[in-house]
């Protein structure tokens, strides 16, 4: 069942990587690459709009996706075992941090302000105030991406320490068999 629990974490969290690594397409061109032009932002706020218009289903695939990784971290953490908290713990933070990040401030800003664009040539000035909102999104791209990874990173820690445990308990189980059937046998000097 634990293992059924890990695969969940790191399938769903690895796709909702997977989602923000899309926005790489506007996000580099923001954060990553100097100077920021006015073109480089209106290609990132073109992509931006695209997502704001969006059908719902794709909005509610990913909720459900969300849901479950969610869901899966939570009943993991209530099995009360010390790496669960540990662990799990650090993963549901990183995980819920990534929810809120997402739902009060990328969703709220990609749908007030990328929605409708102002009609534009690719030379013409960038908005100051879609400025903002186009460096605010990448940056928040960036975080959520960061504490998705830390979540697997800390599942990777987790099978780690567990496989370790295993295989310190294994050899304990090997040395007390091997003291008991020392024990049975007669010394040979007697």
């Not at 971290?73 to 713990?89: C, P, T, V, Y």
């Amino acid at each position: 069942m634990m293992g059924l629990r890990s695969t969940v974490v790191v399938c769903t969290t690895s796709f909702l990587l997977g989602s923000l690594f899309t926005h790489w397409i506007a996000d580099s061109l923001t954060l990553w690459k100097s100077p920021v032009t006015d073109e480089r932002l209106w290609t990132a706020a073109l992509y931006y709009s695209i997502l704001a218009k969006v059908p719902a289903t794709i909005f509610y695939f990913l909720a459900g996706v969300v849901t479950l990784g969610g869901t899966t971290i939570l009943w993991s953490l209530g099995d009360g075992e010390a790496g669960n908290l540990m662990f799990d713990g650090g993963s549901i933070f990183l995980f819920g941090t990534t929810v809120v990040l997402y739902l009060y401030s990328v969703i709220p800003i990609i749908v007030a302000k990328f929605s409708t664009l102002p009609a534009h040539r690719v030379k013409d000035p960038f908005p100051d105030s879609l400025r903002s909102a186009a460096l605010d999104l990448a940056s928040n791209h960036l975080m959520c991406s960061v504490a998705l990874t830390g979540v697997l990173v800390l599942q990777a820690g987790r099978w780690w320490a567990e496989r370790s445990d295993q295989e310190d308990v294994a050899e304990l189980r090997r040395e007390l068999k091997g003291r008991m059937s020392r024990a049975k046998t007669p010394d040979a000097k007697s």
